[in-house]
């Protein structure tokens, strides 16, 4: 059996049942208080605290002990090949102590996704189709590694206060953008966050002129599915702008619209959203 599996932060919410992927929830420190995401930890819960406290949470990768006893717990036997998803390699140590469980677990292949959300789990779902078609561990890592540098994964930014907060921009930039009311675009670069273009005005009004910047920087699309994402408190007008100005451009087979996990929200805040794509034409 080769099993496909992920950390929480891939955001494939209902997918990962339909699709046979088992994952990993990730830690978020809350008030100091240790938490897994999506078990014992909401989105609704961060803002509530940091709300009251005006502390913001923190996200903490799994030790190579628990993914080693994670692998070993999603193998039936020795024979089993798992090939496992992670947030890039350049935002988090949760990659690098999962190749070293790796390294401990017969037959385990880790993908370093280069990305987050569902960025990540664009991958995780080709990775899927792959094991559908029959290929093997081996085979499918090949054919993901090579897909990576394809993933295009954006978001823009309601408000800056979670990631000034999280120490992600300075409190004179947190100012200016607050004041005059820009939203920054954050693009994922060789697997690191970088800040791309601010746009002004509410969401809703933004929204068409984001997804048509992302379809010009990125042109080549995989129309075989694509995702909005989001985090909790992003207004329902939004999201469906967001939609309709996607399928108004392109005709994706897929459309998914997924929340994002703690994890992601812990660095983000309310009324985050973004389109998530991958960029090849479907090549393989």
Do not use: W
């Amino acid at each position: 059996m080769v099993y496909i599996t992920s950390d929480s932060t891939a955001d494939l919410g209902e997918l990962f049942a339909t699709r046979n992927v088992t994952t990993l929830p990730l830690a978020v420190i809350l008030n100091g208080n240790y938490h897994e995401d999506g078990v014992d930890v909401t989105p609704s819960l961060i803002y509530e605290t940091v709300e009251k406290t005006g502390n913001l949470p923190k996200t903490s990768a799994r030790s190579v002990e628990e993914y080693k006893e994670f692998f070993l717990s999603v193998k039936k036997t020795e024979e089993d090949a798992i090939v496992h998803f992670s947030i890039s390699s350049g935002i988090s140590v949760t990659c690098r102590n999962a190749i070293l469980a790796a390294e401990e677990v017969k037959n385990v292949y880790i993908v370093d996704g280069q990305s987050l959300s569902s960025g990540t789990g664009l991958l995780v779902l080709y990775g899927c189709d792959l094991r559908d078609e029959g290929k093997s561990a081996a085979e499918i890592k090949e054919l993901c590694d090579k897909r990576v540098p394809f993933v295009e994964a954006s978001f823009f930014v309601d408000k800056m206060d979670y990631l000034y907060k999280g120490g992600r921009c300075s409190g004179l930039a947190s100012f200016f953008a607050t004041a005059l009311k820009l939203k920054p675009s954050l693009l994922l670069k060789e697997g690191k966050i970088v800040v791309g273009k601010k746009y002004r005005g509410t969401g809703e009004k933004i929204a068409a002129q984001y997804v048509d910047n992302i379809f010009e920087m990125y042109p080549n699309p995989d129309f075989k599915r694509i995702f909005v994402t989001y985090t909790e408190g992003t207004p329902r007008e939004v999201i469906d702008k967001i939609k309709n100005r996607v399928n108004e451009v392109h005709k994706f087979e897929n459309v998914y619209e997924t929340t994002a996990s703690s994890t992601i929200t812990c660095h983000c805040g309310p009324g985050t959203i973004g389109i998530l794509f991958i960029n090849d034409g479907g090549e393989r």
